[in-house]
């Protein structure tokens, strides 16, 4: 019985963890493009989950379809933000960008409880896969869903980033933003196609949150900060890092949980965060680097 908890747990926590690293992912995409950390991301994942919810179970449109108009908007909406809030504050202090990202975070929270005050809103399920059992270990279909996402998000990323031009973009962009624009890569429109990106990806968390969990305006805090920790675990930069950070948080808090203290679920997040700047800055898969917060 033992033995099958602690399965079971493991499980549970590479599901749970699957999204941390989505929205770890998502925030290394931004940061692996610009070098700028979005630290009101975690409200790009609230919104993606509350548009779907908005257009499923107001407008009667089918969740698939609601996924692609979250998608679109969400990406439109950092592409938007970037051009029009990052880009003109470039020239001014770092500590403007963690400012204007979170004011954007807040806007979208405001929106949302403008819209539906604080209220918790469930979603009809939309994952139907059946679960698989391994002897006395049960993988559910939501589980299933997690990792398949991920999986595929993490292996699409590596095939752009390391085969493609595009790739090779992102590579020099990283690196010196000057070298690039010196070679003919146009810099401005890159850094709004990366927000745009990052976003969407957010609202990929967000719409395989909203139909497994019940809804609300501060939703994307928690996410956030735990998608931070997994980030920072797995080292800024590293798209590998960013799904094995998230996984192992997954995982983490699910053994304190049930072996040493529920209440220790809560602050895990911010434990990885706090041991890793201390003992490992650069993280597990990451390198040192120069950031704009």
Do not use: C
């Not at 690293?21 to 692996?32: E, G, N, Q």
């Not at 690039?180 to 949150?209: E, K, Q, T, Y």
């Not at 890793?276 to 993280?283: A, D, E, F, I, S």
């Amino acid at each position: 019985m033992e033995a099958r908890l602690f399965y079971q747990l493991i499980i549970s926590g590479i599901a749970q963890g699957a999204i941390y690293a989505l929205v770890a992912l998502s925030l290394t995409v931004v940061y692996r493009g610009t070098t700028i950390v979005n630290f009101g991301h975690g409200d790009f994942v609230m919104a993606g989950a509350f548009v779907a919810y908005a257009f499923v179970v107001l407008y009667g449109v089918p969740f698939v379809v609601a996924a692609v108009i979250a998608l679109a908007l969400l990406f439109a909406l950092g592409f938007a933000m970037e051009r029009g809030l990052i880009e003109p504050i470039k020239a001014g202090p770092h500590i403007s960008f963690a400012m204007m990202t979170i004011a954007v975070g807040y806007v979208l929270r405001g929106i949302a409880r403008a819209e539906w005050g604080r209220e918790v809103l469930p979603m009809p399920r939309v994952f139907d896969l059946p679960p698989i059992f391994i002897g006395n270990v049960v993988i559910t279909g939501d589980a299933i869903a997690f990792i398949g996402v991920v999986a595929l998000s993490l292996g699409v990323f590596f095939l752009v980033l390391y085969a493609t031009r595009t790739g090779q973009i992102v590579q020099a962009v990283y690196q010196s933003e000057r070298g690039a624009a010196l070679v003919g890569v146009n810099v401005r429109a890159f850094h709004s196609v990366i927000w745009g990106v990052g976003a969407a990806m957010g609202a990929v968390a967000g719409l395989l949150l909203a139909p497994v969990t019940l809804l609300y305006p501060d939703l994307g805090a928690n996410f956030l900060i735990r998608g931070f920790a997994a980030m920072t675990l797995g080292g800024f930069g590293s798209l590998s890092g960013a799904v094995v950070g998230g996984i192992l948080l997954g995982v983490a808090e699910q053994l304190l949980g049930a072996y040493v203290s529920t209440k220790l679920i809560d602050i895990a997040a911010y434990l990885v965060i706090i041991a890793v700047l201390v003992l490992r800055p650069t993280g597990l898969l990451g390198r040192i680097a120069v950031v704009r917060v």
